[in-house]
């Protein structure tokens, strides 16, 4: 059996159809052209001390740490780990990052680099 | 009518069944079901009415949960609260918007009705925790997906039977 549309549809459901898109849309838009003022770096180093840079700047960080110092760099909106002390230097082979929700970690030197925003976070949920 | 007794048990078998194999077939998604009972569902609302329909749901979810050996555990609950106001939405529509909404935008409504509703019985009752509400916008896709195809069975189900029960008749 064939369905032909046209018949079945009455304007209602198309009116419905397209609320649920728009909704959709205006809900998901915010995350694709979410502006780069609002993203933030943290950075979070042995002794849990937070530090905040935000992601247009130009920066040349050093994090202490029990191997030693990490350079990290933020410039171009992008955030990479410019020279390790650690012994494997994982995070410097991960290279940068610079979408929301994403991380670097140093594990011998307890360091963690995130990007967050201040206004849109994502939870456990959406991750 | 007479057997309307036997047909609404028979319906209430078949949407049992559905829903209990419905639940073995694993899913992309945990929460992408496409719901068949609500076919029966539908059906009912169309043939008969809401208070039917309710008898229908009620004794389906019961006897899923029977069958499935998930009685008054938290998904029998959530599940339950999301098919009931979903068939009284969806009688609603069909009883007074029937002008407006062919069977497919009922189907579709019902669906994010059952979806929104599941989602605050599981945020009042169990969960308690207000990011799960950032979840709406997937269900409301899901549900556009699921309740279209739901509502195109149930139409062709509904055209090519040839005796219909209940004091329905054909109007489109």
């Not at chain 1, 770096?41 to 840079?53: F, R, S």
């Not at chain 1, 410039?75 to 290279?95: D, E, Y």
């Not at chain 2, 068949?36 to 389906?60: A, P, Y």
Request: net charge positive.
């Amino acid at each position: 059996m064939i369905v032909k549309f046209s018949e079945i549809l009455k304007p209602g459901d198309v009116v419905v159809c397209f609320i649920i898109i728009f909704f959709v849309i205006i809900h998901y838009f915010p995350v694709f052209i979410s502006p780069d003022q609002e993203k933030i770096v943290e950075i979070i180093d042995y002794k849990n001390d937070v530090y905040h840079y935000p992601i247009s700047g130009n920066y040349k960080v050093a994090v202490p740490g029990p191997y030693g110092t990490t350079e990290i760099r933020i410039k171009k909106r992008k955030v990479w780990v410019l020279k390790a002390s650690c012994p494997h230097k994982t995070c410097k082979q991960m290279g940068p990052i610079m979408n929301k929700g994403e991380i670097i970690i140093c594990i011998p030197n307890r360091m963690l680099i995130r990007i967050t925003g201040n206004n849109f976070e994502f939870d456990g949920v959406s991750r | 009518m007479k057997n309307k007794i036997t047909t609404i048990s028979l319906l209430i078998a078949i949407a049992s069944i559905l829903f209990t194999l419905e639940n073995m077939i694993p899913t992309p998604l945990p929460w992408f079901r496409l719901g068949f009972s609500n076919i029966i569902t539908l059906l009912v609302l169309k043939w008969w009415g809401i208070k039917e329909s309710l008898i229908v749901v009620t004794m389906r979810v019961f006897l899923g949960g029977l069958l499935s050996g998930k009685l008054f555990n938290p998904i029998f609950i959530i599940s339950l609260s999301g098919s009931i106001s979903s068939a009284i939405g969806m009688g609603l529509l069909i009883l007074y918007c029937h002008q407006i909404f062919s069977i497919i935008g009922v189907s579709i409504i019902g669906a994010v009705i059952k979806n929104i509703t599941q989602l605050c019985t599981a945020y009042l009752l169990f969960i308690k925790n207000i990011s799960i509400f950032s979840l709406i916008p997937v269900f409301m896709i899901v549900s556009l997906i699921t309740g279209a195809i739901i509502g195109i069975i149930t139409y062709i189900i509904d055209e090519k039977l040839k005796i219909r029960p209940g004091n329905y008749a054909k109007s489109q």
